[in-house]
């Protein structure tokens, strides 16, 4: 609901409930229900965002359209018992992306059909992100043709017919979305000059597109805070670095910084970063990854405690998967095969997390919840392999069953974003 989002934005330094709002960033059902939980726990709206890749007309990788995704998360949400009024549906990397292949002309054609559709199926908050160049485009785009295709995207939302306007997001982090592919030596903050020009360009655009109306309602930019991660490292945020960037917001009341990339940040990072200003936190690997790490925890406790003819053997089978379709990791992963072998497993940019759909993945996955929960699992193992969890069952708090465990796992790494945004 942007009105939800907008008061939280507007009415942030104010309020003693909501500081900031965290975005998570993925459409794997164990990470929706997990964060739906984390909300119910907060009494705190949620904000869901489908990325262009995930979810589009064509399906993205997920197989899902825009209404598919809606459907899922309302479904999870009526079954926890999460009102559909607090959960805030939108699009990420709203663009050209998925379509980079193509001349302009095309891809273009294409994101504003992604855009209608996002609109129809109730998304509310929308990231204009045209800076990726198409197939005709000659190097990177400057920032005036950037925000003349995001007008363009921009002029289909507001003309598609929807219960609520919608809220925007304009510019784009200097990585790709997911996570840096190299070394993270020399990256900057985004300078306040070269923010202010993109602020500047899109609202001159956009009033030639006459978008004046749909003005007020650019709620937010995409900055780069001095915060990223790559296959094994991550920096770390410096709050005196972005010190001259935040002077941007001074009298921008209800504008804000959106900040990506902002996984595996240090617990009092997040605070930080939020009342700096950076009050829209994207989140979205480091719950893939979290999840990743109990159900492998798992396997582990499976090897012990099953038969080897009978064991899901999960790490086998998403291995073979991601040999077998090798297009989702191999331009990202390099170094020779043990490398290689070791970054499908175990890199923080989690691009095993293409692969959860699989269908040998899922039966794999799927015997493994099946073999776990028909056994007891002793509690020593749980303590060898998954310690918080332990600890959680120990005291009561958490039953000792393989879902319930990767959702507490989840909601682990989720929990330094809630107590940052919406501190008790």
């Not at 929308?126 to 950037?146: E, F, K, Q, W």
């Not at 945020?237 to 595996?264: M, N, P, Q």
């Not at 396997?299 to 064991?311: F, T």
């Not at 890199?347 to 015997?367: C, F, G, L, Q």
Request: a negative charge; proline letters at 6%; charged letters at 25%.
């Amino acid at each position: 609901m942007s009105s939800l989002l907008q008061k939280i934005l507007t009415g942030r330094r104010e309020s003693k409930t909501a500081k900031g709002i965290y975005s998570v960033c993925s459409a794997h059902p164990w990470v929706i229900r997990a964060a739906v939980q984390q909300a119910i726990a907060d009494k705190s709206p949620l904000l869901l965002e489908a990325t262009s890749n995930q979810v589009n007309q064509d399906g993205g990788y997920t197989g899902m359209r825009p209404v598919d995704f809606r459907r899922l998360v309302h479904g999870i949400a009526e079954e926890e018992g999460l009102p559909a009024k607090r959960i805030i549906l939108g699009g990420d990397h709203l663009g050209p992306n998925p379509w980079q292949r193509l001349k302009s002309g095309e891809a273009m054609a294409s994101a504003r059909t992604m855009v209608a559709d996002y609109r129809n199926a109730g998304f509310t908050k929308l990231h204009l992100d045209t800076s990726m160049a198409c197939s005709d485009d000659a190097g990177p785009l400057s920032d005036a043709v950037i925000a003349e295709r995001a007008a363009q995207l921009c002029e289909v939302a507001e003309a598609t017919e929807a219960e609520e306007k919608a809220l925007y997001i304009i510019g784009t982090e200097v990585p790709v979305p997911g996570g840096a592919m190299e070394s993270l030596q020399g990256l900057e903050v985004t300078k306040r000059s070269a923010a202010e020009e993109t602020l500047r360009l899109h609202q001159e655009v956009f009033a030639a597109h006459g978008l004046t109306a749909a003005w007020p309602r650019v709620a937010g930019m995409v900055v780069q805070p001095g915060v990223e991660f790559n296959h094994d490292s991550v920096v770390d945020y410096i709050r005196s670095k972005a010190a001259d960037l935040k002077k941007l917001l001074k009298g921008k009341d209800g504008f804000v910084f959106e900040a990506h990339s902002t996984d595996y940040q240090k617990p009092e990072a997040y605070q930080e970063l939020v009342d700096d200003g950076f009050a829209i936190l994207k989140v979205g690997p480091a719950l893939t990854f979290a999840m990743r790490e109990a159900l492998f925890a798992l396997a582990a406790i499976e090897s012990e405690l099953v038969e080897p003819s009978q064991q899901s053997r999960l790490w086998v089978v998403v291995n073979s998967a991601m040999l077998e379709a090798p297009k989702y990791w191999k331009p990202y992963y390099h170094g020779d095969p043990s490398q290689q072998r070791f970054l499908r497993k175990y890199s923080y940019s989690d691009r095993i997390r293409y692969y959860w759909n699989e269908p040998s993945v899922k039966e794999a996955t799927d015997h493994l919840i099946e073999n776990l929960t028909a056994l007891s699992v002793p509690e020593p193992l749980l303590s060898a392999y998954l310690p918080e969890q332990y600890r959680a069952v120990r005291e009561g708090e958490l039953e000792n069953l393989p879902v319930p465990i990767i959702l507490h796992r989840i909601r682990e790494a989720l929990a330094p974003y809630a107590a940052a945004c919406f501190p008790r």
